[in-house]
């Protein structure tokens, strides 16, 4: 019984929640016993292929590890140093901490799969603020993602007859240098640093003893960080397919890849599983489907997508070795992929034409 001066408290919101969700359950259970298990069974169907037979069981498993343990060679040999010293002029020209570039450009020699564990330390040793780790997010997702996509992406602008290196300067290189400035002025809590508050990236740990730590650390990220997001999103997808309304969704991204100018097979692939695996694929038809279609899967390849990285591996690897909440490493990475989007069908409608020989 409550007492005179004590109200009633009220109900938590996830509360309230619950008990919407319980009902329908409830009602599923009643009308349609076997809904909830065929919903699960969808979950699984649909996330299976991509765990097992892409996330565990393709050359794109070894090469997350690889690409762990070649950062890690790299940062070994004073690749970082170098870098960060490279970098100290674009830092100053933009007022910002020269680091935020190291995620966007390990990428292209590695794999933005462990971007976020060899990166991430860096921000933190050269005492990157927040919003200088927000824009280094940023930035990272508008640039290249692998060296395998890399590679296969310079066959298929070959191919097409697409003058490859004017196409990797404006894709690739370009937003190094634009995507800091006018994220800059979001983050604004930025600041340049000199050479002499810089600390020394190149650890003293013996060769063979740090390519044997690094092997054990690319099998980390895969097991923990890349599986595990592969299942929530693609789950999700088949949890969403057996409602009916992915359809719906796959229908749009058809209709908005075809506007854009992007390949609709490729440009969905990069989005929602590989876009290794969609250079590799655009390699069979990059001569005979239309060359404009060709540069912007290109380009959208060139990102921080599938989906599983912006929704589970940016938050989740962001947030353990950069000291950042996953909502905060995730919403810098939403913007850079809108944009990333949108700076493909620019690239291939507008300047396309200009682009092929």
């Not at 990157?128 to 927000?134: F, G």
């Not at 600041?191 to 003893?209: G, Q, R, S």
């Not at 997508?305 to 919403?331: D, Y």
């Amino acid at each position: 019984m409550l007492t005179p001066n004590k109200t009633k408290k009220a109900m938590p919101k996830m509360t309230v929640v619950g008990l919407v969700v319980l009902a329908l359950c409830l009602l599923g259970l009643f009308f349609k016993p076997n809904s909830l298990n065929e919903g699960f069974n969808a979950m699984v169907s649909n996330a299976h292929p991509i765990v097992i037979n892409v996330g565990l069981l393709s050359t794109m498993s070894t090469s997350i590890i690889i690409s762990v343990i070649m950062g890690r060679f790299l940062e070994r040999l004073g690749f970082t140093d170098a870098m960060m010293r490279l970098f100290l002029p674009v830092g100053k020209l933009l007022n910002v901490n020269c680091a935020i570039l190291i995620p966007a450009i390990y990428n292209i020699l590695g794999d933005i799969n462990a971007a976020g564990r060899i990166s991430g330390p860096i921000l933190v040793k050269t005492g990157a603020t927040k919003d200088e780790k927000k824009l280094a997010i940023f930035t990272m997702v508008q640039s290249q993602q692998s060296f395998s996509t890399f590679m296969l992406g310079l066959g298929c602008l070959t191919l097409c007859g697409a003058r490859v290196f004017a196409v990797v300067a404006i894709a690739i290189f370009a937003p190094l240098v634009i995507c800091p400035a006018i994220g800059r002025l979001f983050w604004r809590d930025c600041k340049a640093v000199e050479i002499e508050d810089l600390p020394v990236f190149t650890p003293d740990t013996p060769i063979l003893n740090g390519l044997f730590a690094s092997g054990q650390e690319g099998i980390n990220v895969l097991l923990h960080l890349v599986l595990p997001a592969f299942a929530v999103v693609f789950g999700i997808i088949g949890l969403l397919d057996f409602i009916g309304i992915w359809q719906y969704v796959n229908n749009f991204l058809i209709s908005a890849m075809t506007a854009l100018n992007i390949d609709p097979d490729t440009g969905i692939l990069s989005i929602m599983a590989s876009p290794t695996l969609a250079m590799s694929n655009l390699q069979a038809t990059a001569a005979a489907i239309n060359p404009k279609w060709v540069i912007g899967s290109f380009v959208m390849g060139a990102s921080g997508f599938p989906l599983s990285v912006i929704f589970g591996q940016i938050p989740m690897i962001w947030a353990q070795s950069c000291e950042m909440e996953p909502s905060e490493a995730l919403k810098p990475a939403l913007i850079g992929i809108i944009a990333r989007v949108l700076t493909a069908g620019f690239i291939a409608t507008v300047l396309g034409g200009l682009l092929l020989k």
